[in-house]
């Protein structure tokens, strides 16, 4: 693969997940279960399994998500594409920093998360067939495990 093709397949993954995030901060889930593939697994915290599916991954967003999130941008430091030997695979990882409303006027920094998103190009479309996030630097988790 040219090192061209992985440059453009790391800027087009980063532009579908900045799009991605820029519905989710309003509570638009659709933005994100049109990207995923059908088959599509995700974890997160507040999962106690691996979702299967996004038959399986919608009703927990509407439930949980939908409508109720109202995050005013985000910044993604660290973003790093891993590209497939055969370009038809992306590897997305980075950290993300949400800004939200600190209830006097201003604005203050949210929770950190770590991401691990998965594309697969599927019928010339790049799709999320995995997902991971996971809490960042959460130190009540720390504690316990050293309990």
């Known amino acids: 693969m040219k090192a061209a093709d992985v440059s453009k397949i790391t800027e ?3 532009a579908l997940e900045l ?11 659709d933005g994100a279960l049109e990207m995923y593939s ?12 691996r979702l299967e599916g996004r038959k399986a991954v919608e ?5 949980f998500f939908e409508g109720k999130l109202n995050i005013l941008r985000n910044e993604f430091p660290n973003p790093q594409v891993i590209v497939s030997d055969g370009g038809d695979l992306a590897v997305l990882h980075y950290n993300l920093i949400n800004i939200v409303l600190d209830g ?4 203050k920094q949210g929770t950190l998360w ?3 998103q998965v594309y697969r ?24 495990m050293m309990a």
């Open 12 to 14: 087009t993954i980063l």
């Open 38 to 49: 059908e088959d599509v697994t995700y974890f997160d915290p507040m999962t106690e399994m």
């Open 114 to 116: 770590n991401s691990t």
């Open 121 to 144: 190009l599927i019928e010339g479309q790049w799709r999320v067939v995995h997902v991971n996030w996971s809490f960042t630097r959460n130190l009540a988790a720390l504690q316990a």
């Open 104 to 107: 006097q006027g201003g604005e």
């Open 19 to 29: 799009a991605i995030n820029e519905r989710w901060n309003k509570g638009d889930v």
């Open 59 to 63: 009703p927990y967003f509407r439930q």
